[in-house]
């Protein structure tokens, strides 16, 4: 469940994601027009034909019958600190997925299981 308390005229961001980033990679600005109990929906005030998108108020997750185009996100911070955790994370992959042992001494393999909630 998320913690993020949503209200009508609320800017959000969505971040294009599976199919939508062939044809764009622009963050786009929206506006929360309508919540609800299970659901919310925004539109972007700047198009001459707004249409609405529609969001699981739990998940966050786009709703629609195909695979979702966007991410959403409250904040422009929001979207920096997930860009930082998946850098970071794709680094760590890419230095940890070689085969054999890695260049890591035993302390310092001994934090990173601590720190990764090892016993």
Known sequence: MNNVK??????????????????????????VEKVGRKYFYVYNPDKDFPTSLKFDIETLDQITEY?????????????????EILELSDEIRTFLGTYGCCKLSLD??????????GQ
């Open 6 to 31: 949503i209200k009508e005229g609320q800017d959000v961001y969505l971040v294009p994601i599976n199919n939508k980033l062939r044809t764009t990679k622009e963050i786009q600005k929206y506006r």
């Open 67 to 83: 695979r979702p185009d966007w991410r959403i996100y409250f904040s422009m911070k929001m979207i920096e600190v997930d860009k």
């Open 108 to 117: 310092q393999l001994r934090k990173i299981k601590n720190i990764i909630g």
